[in-house]
Structures are given as structure tokens and as C-alpha cells.
């Protein structure tokens, strides 16, 4: 797994505590963090805009979403790598 996506939204207080958790857990992680609007795309304001924060891969695969949770990122991370 090379790229993370935070679906985020302005604004969003949940978002912002989400990306300052994953900061903290992974600063290691953040230069693969593209953190983007929701609301950006038909695909993901449809699927996701009511469950916001939500880190996919680039897949489009659902790790976590409303809180961050590190050891489905690690999992997640552990996974991609044995593929």
C-alpha cells in the first residue's frame, strides 16, 4: 500500500481529531497521507459523506472511519505488504 486518503470536510472537528491522532501514532506515515474533501467526488459524497473522517487506501478500501484507529492501520499496512 503506497497511498492513504483522508476523506475529510472542512470544518469537521471529528476530521480534525482524526488527522491530529494519526499524526501523533505515525508521523512516519504522513508524507502518504492525501487528505481530501468528501465532497470533491460524486463517487465518495455518495459512499462516505456521512461517515466522515475516513482513511481508505488506494484501493478505495475502508481502514478506519469516524476515529482513528491505529491497529487497523497497521493491520491494513501489514496486509498490503505480504500482497
Given at each position: ?18 488527522l ?5 501514532a ?7 497521507l ?5 465532497d470533491?467526488r460524486p463517487?465518495w459524497?455518495?459512499?462516505w ?10 484501493d478505495g478500501?475502508?481502514i478506519?472511519?469516524?476515529?482513528f484507529d491505529e491497529?487497523a492501520?497497521r493491520?491494513a ?6 500482497r
Amino acid at each position: 500500500m503506497s497511498a492513504l486518503t483522508l476523506l475529510s470536510r472542512d470544518g469537521c472537528g471529528l476530521c480534525e481529531e482524526f488527522l491530529e491522532a494519526f499524526a501523533a501514532a505515525c508521523p512516519d506515515l504522513l508524507p502518504r497521507l492525501l487528505v481530501a474533501d468528501v465532497d470533491s467526488r460524486p463517487g465518495w459524497a455518495g459512499r462516505w459523506g456521512a461517515l466522515i473522517p475516513v482513511l481508505i487506501d488506494e484501493d478505495g478500501t475502508v481502514i478506519c472511519e469516524t476515529f482513528f484507529d491505529e491497529t487497523a492501520l497497521r493491520a491494513a499496512l501489514a496486509e498490503g505488504a505480504a500482497r
